[in-house]
């Protein structure tokens, strides 16, 4: 019987030292898929930016002291929060979208006109049913924003990360002032090394450290995967996308490699192995589901790299796996959509905010089309405001200087560049 126990035993041992050395031995497989175009996925993905930065705009107007409109150089500070291309003047975005914007102006010491803007009777009902939307799913986008920090080794990102993602989050433009204080107990604002400030989250809720994935096994009840640990990734190729056997077989062996939850310490995994890429796959694929429409810029993750203890050329696995993730080269920059979340360009699962957006963008493009029909007409505010706005215009003049669009053209989001382009297909 001692025997028995022994030889049980020294297999159950040679079992796990077998999974450990095949993990750490399994070296990543030399495989290049290619690139293919998906109309349907570019879709989603055009019209994102001005959609941003407008809403960015209606944001920072709204919560203006100054009711009736907001001089251009108020807003030019805060340009390189937009993401609108350098050679764009602001002036000239904003003047597009006369459904939403109101343009009027003031006279500065010298008599000259500056342009001031404000939002129109629609806009501002519209951007009220947002915050009503925002304040009944605060619980959802602070369980995003923990979630989020949770995937991080320190629990910690700085301010300048999270204010890349907040849009993708769902997170109100002012969450910092908003949402943050509201809850002591799960937020703090700590100084980071590089002299920067950092959100720490401050208790780890084992309820929320359950990916995507792991959800949908239960849901689907497949048992044999959840107890081997083995779980795959739903795949999606675009149609016509030509796979060849050698790469089919090493997809096929790929999702049967053990999974490792993105919450989950894998200090442990060899950065050069298949096992330790799915891990990274694992980590991206529960991020974009985090985010409200399934998508971000790749910028907005490359710099994610030590908070989340990747390795070197991390986001390759956004091109090794197009099954997974497709990136839209739309926009002049890099976008990386989960394919699973998208039936052609519809979003699957939608959420109350993305309806909010959907009828911005409506109205974005109702005032564009207006515009080109010659239907703009200036609007001004009533004597009152005009004299209280040419008041708070000389007061910041004196304390300021007024910046012009030129001076004030800087990019704060651009030491997060992505880290590697990427190439067309042969």
Not at 154 to 163: A, F, H, K
Request: charge should be neutral; include cysteine; proline fraction near 4%.
């Amino acid at each position: 019987m001692v025997q028995c126990l022994f030889f049980g035993r020294a297999r159950w041992w040679f079992g796990l030292l077998y999974g450990f050395n095949y993990q750490q031995k399994c070296g990543l497989v030399n495989v290049k898929l290619k690139w293919v175009k998906d109309r349907s996925l570019d879709s989603v993905v055009a019209g994102d930016r001005d959609l941003r930065a407008a809403s960015f705009l209606v944001s920072m107007i709204s919560s203006s002291s100054i009711r009736c409109c907001v001089p251009i150089y108020h807003l030019t500070r805060r340009r390189g929060q937009l993401g609108l291309p350098h050679d764009l003047k602001l002036s000239t975005f904003v003047r597009r979208y006369p459904s939403v914007f109101l343009e009027s102006h003031v006279f500065d010491s010298a008599g000259s006109r500056v342009p001031c803007f404000g939002l129109t009777h629609e806009a501002l009902e519209l951007h009220r049913e947002e915050l009503n939307v925002v304040e009944q799913n605060r619980m959802d986008f602070v369980n995003r924003l923990c979630k989020l920090l949770m995937l991080t080794r320190d629990w910690t990102l700085p301010l300048q990360t999270i204010d890349q993602l907040k849009w993708d989050l769902g997170l109100p433009y002012d969450y910092q002032n908003n949402l943050i204080p509201h809850h002591p107990e799960l937020f703090s604002l700590v100084d980071l090394p590089d002299d920067r400030v950092g959100l720490k989250l401050l208790s780890w809720d084992d309820e929320l450290a359950v990916s995507k994935l792991q959800k949908n096994a239960v849901l689907q009840q497949n048992k044999e995967d959840i107890k081997c640990g083995c779980l795959a990734f739903p795949i999606r190729f675009t149609r016509g996308f030509g796979l060849k056997r050698k790469c089919m077989e090493w997809l096929r062996e790929w999702q049967r490699l053990p999974y490792t939850s993105p919450y989950s310490d894998a200090s442990h995994l060899d950065p050069r192995t298949d096992v330790s890429e799915k891990r990274i796959v694992g980590v991206f694929h529960e991020l974009l589901h985090l985010t409200i429409q399934k998508k971000t810029e790749r910028k907005n993750v490359s710099n994610l790299r030590m908070p989340l203890g990747l390795p070197q050329k991390f986001t390759k696995v956004f091109e090794r796996h197009p099954g997974i993730f497709y990136i839209s080269k739309k926009n002049d920059t890099q976008t990386v959509v989960l394919r699973e979340a998208y039936e052609h360009q519809q979003l699957l699962q939608r959420h109350r905010l993305v309806e909010i957006r959907e009828r911005f963008a409506s109205m974005l493009r109702e005032g564009l089309f207006d515009r080109s029909r010659g239907l703009y007409k200036n609007s001004a505010c009533d004597g009152l405001e005009q004299e209280r706005l040419n008041d708070v215009y000389d007061d910041e003049m004196s304390d300021n200087k007024c910046i012009s669009e030129e001076e004030s053209n800087c990019n704060l989001l651009s030491d997060y560049d992505s880290d590697e382009a990427i190439h067309d297909p042969c």
